[in-house]
Nanobody
Framework: QVQLVASGGGLVQPGGSLRLSCAAS????????VGWFRQAPGKEREFVGF????????YWRDSGRGRFNISRDDAENTVYLQMNDLKPEDTAVYFC??????????????????WGQGTQVTVSS
């Protein structure tokens, strides 16, 4: 079993930055990739990006391209989502997920077996 705890959300003004954390515990050695998703009120959960354990690469959807960066600290079993130049449309609950099967479709939330509880990000002046 893997447990994930997402944190770091809050209220930020447009143009500001936040760094979200996803701390893993339990059988962390089984984690292959960690993904970030977000869900705004009344909308479906949508893909933000992921990072693979082997290559350490991160990807993000078009709306975050150039503004979001995913990184990891293996010693701390933590994955970070750095978000810069935040916009009101980035307001959502942000979730991190972990998958252990080496999925190739990491943009799909169904590929993740474990989820954190979510952290609220509100971008408003």
């Amino acid at each position: 079993q893997v447990q994930l705890v997402a944190s770091g959300g809050g209220l930020v003004q447009p143009g500001g930055s936040l760094r979200l954390s996803c701390a893993a515990s339990g059988r962390t050695i089984s984690i292959v990739s960690v993904g970030w998703f977000r869900q705004a009120p009344g909308k479906e959960r949508e893909f933000v990006g992921f990072i693979r354990g082997s290559g350490g690469r991160g990807y993000w959807r078009d709306s975050g391209r150039g503004r979001f960066n995913i990184s990891r600290d293996d010693a701390e079993n933590t994955v970070y989502l750095q978000m810069n130049d935040l916009k009101p449309e980035d307001t959502a609950v942000y979730f991190c997920g972990a998958e252990t099967k080496g999925s190739g479709d990491l943009w799909r939330s169904a590929e993740y077996e474990y989820w954190g509880q979510g952290t609220q990000v509100t971008v408003s002046s």
